[in-house]
């Protein structure tokens, strides 16, 4: 398969971004030379990076010369999919600046919130990002603030997890569907149960 060099007329060829494409692209020229088009396929999604995640997931896909030398690979991979489809489910995030308008308080507010772990925000890439499910038309879904405390350890992604994972406690539903629906003792117990952080 030829090889076409990555535009570097934008990037400057000796730059940290010019080696990153030429090596991001030499490994995607390596799997779509060596997957068979009914796995390319079946590994298809929405969006590209959807679809990057999926098929570097998958240890067949990407050789097990790579596995040897980062074993990791898969499991990144399938974690940042799954990042992605937490997103997703969560009906996608707010800036601070359209958290802060949601709520009525200053970017800087937001910013003081989630310090103190009365928001839930998770980083995407530098920025600081806050799940659209934890609001409602004017405020914060009540109980959001003790979920995201108990998973201070664990990290603000597992407490979206958390929240968006059905529970056979709750009848198969959510924790957020609880705490929607008043419930924020039910949720409390579970979160006891678990022994998370600062309920154990």
């Known amino acids: 398969m030829a090889r076409t060099a990555p535009n570097t007329n934008i990037i400057g060829s000796d730059s940290l971004q010019a080696v990153f494409l030429r090596r991001a692209t030499s490994e995607l020229e390596r799997i779509a030379a060596t997957a068979s088009p009914k796995v ?93 499910c934890q609001f409602d038309e004017t405020d914060m879904v009540a109980g959001i603030a003790d979920v995201v405390r108990a998973y201070t350890s664990a990290g603000s992604w597992m407490a979206l997890d958390f929240l968006l994972a059905p529970d056979s406690v709750l009848g198969g539903r959510t924790p957020l569907e609880a705490l929607r629906a008043g419930e924020a003792d039910s949720v409390l117990r579970i979160l006891r149960s678990e022994a998370v952080d600062g309920f154990a």
């Open 40 to 132: 390319l396929d079946a590994l298809s999604a929405p969006t590209d990076a959807g679809s990057l995640a999926r098929h570097l997931s998958q240890s067949d896909v990407i050789g097990s010369a790579v596995i040897e030398l980062d074993p990791l690979v898969p499991a990144l991979a399938r974690n940042v999919e799954h990042r992605k489809i937490l997103i997703e489910r969560a009906g996608g995030t707010l800036s601070a600046e359209n958290a802060g308008r949601l709520l009525g308080i200053s970017r800087q507010a937001v910013d003081k919130r989630r310090r103190a772990g009365s928001l839930l925000a998770v980083r995407q890439g530098s920025d600081w990002h806050y799940p659209a």
